[in-house]
């Protein structure tokens, strides 16, 4: 077996077991932040762009991917530019950042939001502050050194956070992001089943979370873009989607 199936392997049994949990936020203060709040409170002296829409008057859904980049990463690039939408990207650093270091290139110069989804997928609830903070700093750094820029926003594998980690990002700089849909691509390579299901859950302000390291997921990509458009949505990155709120290190985004 290659080590990239092992490697997916091992994230289908993460992601699983995140499905039973549900989004669990262990001795976390549960305070969280939707993207109409954070418009809402948005500090009119300290704006961000808006990018391609003003979510506070259309419809807007961001598409979000995580722990690649992979070999299936190319072709989702391609999708994406060629229906002009961008997305974000949470990246693991060890196996896929150093392995493909072109792609997290590409991804920032088409104009990606690239994120962090830690070093290698360690579950930060449960790791010393020491090696939390390590977990995420070293993909903060491995971007940094290939796109000039650190990442700002990073999701928790699993989903899983606390006021711990929260202090971790807040010192670091970085958001976290959630998300309300998930087609559960780590269960199936069924690609009509896992764009039934994103659409199905799709709802305005939606932080929609597929995985470009499965091969049923960038095949759905264009059938989910091609319907929520048709729909009225309008793509957006995630932290275009909060604008003009500026993203706040440490908060926790979540619809």
Known sequence: ????????????????????????????????????????????????????????????????????????????????????????????????????????????????EVGNHTWTHKILTKQKADVARAEIDRTEAAVEKLTGKRPRVMRPPQGRTNDDVSKICKELGVSQVLWSTTAKDYSTNDTALIEKRTLKQAKPDGIILLHDIYQGTVPAVSGIIDTLQKRGYHFVTVPQLIAPAQLKPGEIYRP
Not at 79 to 88: D, F, G, M, N, S
Not at 97 to 112: D, I, Q, S, T
């Open 1 to 112: 077996m290659s080590l990239l199936k092992k490697k997916a392997g091992r994230l289908r049994a993460a992601a699983a077991v995140a499905a039973l949990i549900s989004v669990a936020l262990s001795g976390c203060s549960m305070e969280t932040t939707s993207p109409s709040e954070a418009r809402d409170h948005a500090d009119k002296k300290d704006t961000a762009p808006l990018g391609p829409a003003d979510c506070r008057k259309v419809k807007c859904i961001a598409l979000t991917f995580d722990a690649g980049p992979g070999p299936n990463t190319a072709h989702l690039l391609d999708v994406l530019k060629e229906k002009k939408v961008h997305a974000t990207f949470f990246l693991l650093g060890r196996d896929h950042v150093m392995k493909y270091p072109e792609l997290v290139k590409r991804e920032a110069a088409e104009g990606h």
